[in-house]
């Protein structure tokens, strides 16, 4: 494996940690909801009476933020070394253990465990071991 020391980013990953756990942490003093991800869209898709708007906002800002940064910097060059097929197939995966997990990484890993919620402990270890696991199978078993 070689670590390119080059991108290495101790500040602004520091930077958007910090952001990310105070837009979590606002959420859920300012209205008792959890800032996870499918539990946001999912909830525009089967909307309930009033919980529509601040739902649009959250993910407004989420698309808007990189298109801010724009403004002042280049934003990083994304690379994606997959095809569409495996992209769909890698999408459809997600969305199931999601639905199996109850949860997103964003809900159980970063809210969940900062309540102390033993249930995202269990579905953190889950899909953080299940992640390694898949890398060491493809990197290393299979060698792509």
Do not use: E
């Amino acid at each position: 494996m070689n670590i390119a020391w080059d991108a290495f980013t101790p500040w602004t990953s520091l930077g958007g940690g910090a952001l990310i756990g105070l837009a979590a942490a606002l959420l859920i003093l300012g209205s008792g909801r959890i800032a996870g991800i499918s539990g946001i869209v999912g909830g525009l898709l089967r909307p309930s009476g009033g919980d529509r708007s601040w739902r649009i906002a959250f993910l407004a800002g989420l698309i808007g933020a990189p298109l801010l940064w724009q403004l002042f910097a280049a934003l990083p060059p994304a690379q994606v070394d997959a095809g569409n097929a495996m992209l769909i197939a890698a999408g459809l995966l997600v969305g199931i253990g999601t639905r199996y997990g109850s949860g997103c990484t964003s809900g159980h890993g970063v809210c969940g465990l900062s309540r102390l919620s033993p249930r995202s402990l269990a579905a953190t270890l889950a899909f953080m071991g299940a992640g390694f696991a898949t890398v060491y199978v493809v990197r290393h078993l299979l060698g792509s």
